[in-house]
């Protein structure tokens, strides 16, 4: 079955960085779409960052344009979440995702456990 194994997370001074890991299994890791998303206390789970199968098409939210970089090794079947130059408002549960095309068409999602982020000093 799918399983994402999510890794990475812990707590950082502001300013600092984290590098965040999500390893799949159970299905083709390749041909998969990767999102990362955050869930911030009181709000809603949001897509931060996505990037496709090949790894050249990447996307971000304005959020954490230019601090976060999305990338994936299909070899390792793991796709990461470089974090830099955190800030408070960072602190978040962030959660991998990943799409896979069904056969006769759609596509199914899959999460990641979540892996907790906190920025504080």
């Known amino acids: 079955q799918v399983q994402l194994v999510e890794s990475g997370g812990g707590l950082v001074q502001p300013g600092g960085s984290l590098r965040l890991s999500c390893t799949g299994s159970?299905?083709?890791?390749?041909?998969?779409?990767m999102s990362w998303y955050r869930q911030r206390p009181g709000l809603e789970r949001d897509m931060v960052a996505h990037i496709g199968t090949a790894g050249d098409a990447t996307s971000y939210d304005d959020s954490v344009k230019g601090r976060f970089t999305i990338s994936r090794d299909n070899a390792k079947n793991t796709g990461y979440l470089q974090l830099d130059s955190l800030k408070p408002e960072d602190t978040a549960v962030y959660y991998c995702r990943i799409d896979i095309l069904r056969d006769g068409g759609g596509w199914d999602d899959y999460w990641g456990q979540g892996t907790q982020v906190t920025v504080s000093s």
């Open positions: 159970g299905f083709v890791f390749s041909t998969s779409v």
